[in-house]
């Protein structure tokens, strides 16, 4: 899905110089990026909130996707 975004020149330098420094091969990249960190740092902050850390709650994700697959294939615990 495309989406246009004006900018600022002083923003889109700054794009325009990762892709330069050969960190990104366009300045699309820069950006979903840019959005990716944005969305994990929500998620840190949300983490926070609960009082949660990131291992805890990879622990507990990781705990109830066992419990999930157990229940649909009780065949592969022994």
């Not at 994700?61 to 615990?77: F, I, T, V």
Request: aromatic share 6%.
């Amino acid at each position: 899905m495309n989406i246009s975004v004006e900018v600022t020149g002083e923003l889109l330098d700054y794009l325009e110089s990762k892709v330069e420094e050969g960190l990104f091969k366009s300045r699309s990249e820069v950006v979903r990026a840019a959005i990716r960190e944005m969305i994990q740092k929500d998620i840190q902050y949300q983490l926070k909130e609960k009082g949660l850390s990131e291992e805890e709650m990879k622990k507990l994700r990781e705990e109830e996707a066992g419990e999930l697959l157990e229940e649909k294939y009780p065949e592969l615990s022994s």
